[in-house]
């Protein structure tokens, strides 16, 4: 089982932390089989891809929290804009 790298998802959490996400709003866990889940209350449901990707989508496709407001995000929209 491939392990998920930790510093992809502190540094997606750590992007999530600066653009004014709560936990419980948006963060990034790990995932099975070396994947990274983007998942909370912001999120229509979770997005599940290789941690790399997960933190492309927080660093370009993410707004901040002020922006998206009582928005939900929707994750086929996210991935439609990789």
């Known amino acids: 089982m491939a392990a998920v790298n930790e510093d992809l998802l502190e540094a997606a959490n750590a992007e999530l932390r600066a653009k004014g996400y709560a936990e419980r709003d948006l963060a990034v866990h790990p995932a099975p089989r070396g994947r990274a889940l983007l998942k909370g209350n912001k999120l ?3 997005l599940a891809d290789e941690a790399d990707v997960v933190l492309r989508v927080v660093r370009e496709l993410v707004p ?4 998206l407001g009582t928005g939900t995000l929707r994750p086929a929209q996210l991935r439609a804009s990789l």
Do not use: I
């Not at 901040?64 to 922006?67: F, G, I, K, Q, V």
């Open 44 to 46: 229509l449901s979770p």
């Open 64 to 67: 901040a929290s002020s922006e």
